[in-house]
């Protein structure tokens, strides 16, 4: 008996990616639309290239334009100070909290929840803090930002892009689509400064 | 204040975590203090907790009291060097055993 040649037109063409705005016309441009919807992104822009306006602007144009609610997870300035800088964008990030359309996750370093690291772990406290946020408030979209915040503050790396992973495929199974900011360290040089964590995200 | 209050944050149950939590037993046993009290926090039952401690890995123990807090995160292994980083050694708390 002979197997049967598979036939071509059996597989499906799969749907094109749909692309949400992050709400900057030269990104939307290059990036063809904007991110990736129910995806993962991972967006490198050098040192005091403004990933954290970026990274804010993606949920108020979510949350202006479209009424898609958005998580911000921030493991670098605390929500206090992102709530003051961005007020002279005209973005009122309290308003909108109050309004239930954006929630932080604030990890931002303390010196007070310094943690002694005795052997190995995994960031599900992280995990679980993130997905309260978004089905607290219904969130579409979640920014995270900066990868290279994470990083600085434990030695674990190859644990830390493990549990990334994890968040992302996690991200992705809630249906919502996430921008995560990394700091590159050569404007053309190595995607990011670990090198590995670019393939975390499903990119542009 | 010769008393202890310790919380450990897990996600979720498993042989792991019991073995992470019946360590800890055994480490207040032996921090010598007169009220012991350890909780232990499943963040995927109470994310909330783990938002208002400001926990990101697990398991995570946080010395509540005595103060100063102090924080270890990670499975146990060695129980001296929790104990160590925990400040729960008897000379931390000038009462010599025996």
Redesign the interface.
Known sequence: MNAQPPEKDAVATPAPVRKLPTGIEGFDAIAEGGLPEGRVTLVAGSAGSAKTVFACQFLVCGIRDRDEPGVFVTFEDPADAIRRNMLSFGWDIAAYENAQRWAF???SP?P??????????????????I??AVRRIDARRVSIDSVNALFA??REHHLLRAELHRIASHLRSLGVTTLITAERTQEYGEVSRYGVEEFVATTL | MNDLHLLLFVYGRSPRTEATIAALRQLTRLARLDRRELEVIDVQERPEEAERWGILATPTVVRVRPLPQRRATGEIDNLAYLLDVLGLTPRHHERPTS
Request: glycine residues 8%; negative net charge; hydrophobic residues 50%.
């Open positions: 996750v604030d990890a303390r007070e929840q310094m943690s002694t690291v005795v052997g190995a772990f995994d960031l599900g406290a992280l995990l679980a803090r997905e309260h503050r434990f």
